[in-house]
């Protein structure tokens, strides 16, 4: 090489080192950075079970998808659908505590009646499955002084859980499983993650029949399927 080409072959040299420098970290950092921002996220939880048959075709639908989910137990509800509740666990969903009696005037008395009614659904769960519950969620999402309350439950030990999306089948009146399908879709929308409450209690046969259409449009729609 001339000598009066040296400098501009240098120049060149450390140019080209630059732009193969920073196109490998443009490379290196899109990918986790478009994941971390597209990663959408929902939780389906299940409150008021377990029933013999809707919780079993709720159960069949997830095991059929593969999806994981959180059931928020009614322990009065219990008794005689014990292999239910077994299920439940066995197919490794998360069972948490929501109620022994579901009767928010005799729950919600006082806080020594919040607790009773937290300790016995948390001992029936035990009792059945082997499972110590480690989350909770207030029946009727909660009354009174909640600041006090939510201090109270955590003392315990418990991570309270609420919703931030609603599939319908206590808000709309005999709802259709098309309907809950639209209202998931409507409420969920901005929510990141997406907690959507379900009901699987006797009367939610609605609910079952539209899980796997709820399914499917989390699943179209990028979502990873949670549970707490
Ligand atoms: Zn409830």
């Not at 986790?32 to 409150?47: G, N, R």
């Not at 066995?90 to 009614?117: F, N, P």
């Not at 009901?199 to 729609?221: C, M, Q, V, W």
Request: aromatic share 8%; glycine share 6%.
């Amino acid at each position: 090489m001339q000598r009066k080409f040296l400098a501009p072959a240098l120049i060149l040299v450390a140019l080209l080192t630059l732009l193969a420098f920073l196109g490998m970290r443009a490379a290196s950092s899109a990918p986790a950075m478009s994941l971390a921002e597209e990663q959408k996220e929902v939780y389906l939880t299940f409150d008021d079970g377990p029933s013999t048959v809707v919780t079993s075709r709720v159960l069949d639908t997830l095991k059929e998808e593969n999806v994981p989910a959180t059931f928020f137990i009614v322990s009065d509800r219990v008794e005689g659908r014990e292999e239910v509740l077994k299920r439940i666990a066995a197919e490794g969903h998360t069972l948490g505590v929501h109620s022994a009696s579901h009767d928010y005037a005799r729950i919600y008395a006082s806080d020594a009646s919040l607790l009773k009614d937290i300790s016995s659904c948390a001992a029936c769960i035990s009792r059945v499955t082997g499972i110590v519950p480690k989350v909770y969620r207030f029946p009727g999402g909660g009354m009174g002084d909640m600041a006090h309350r939510r201090a109270l439950v955590k003392k315990q030990g418990y991570r309270i859980v609420q919703w931030n999306a609603v599939c319908g089948d206590e808000e709309i009146w005999h709802a259709s499983a098309d309907t809950l399908v639209k209202e998931t879709v409507k409420t969920s929308q901005g929510k990141q993650p997406v907690v959507l409450l379900l009901h699987d209690s006797a009367s939610h046969k609605a609910t079952a029949e539209a899980l796997p259409g709820i399914i499917a449009y989390f699943r179209e729609n990028g979502y990873l399927f949670c549970k707490f």
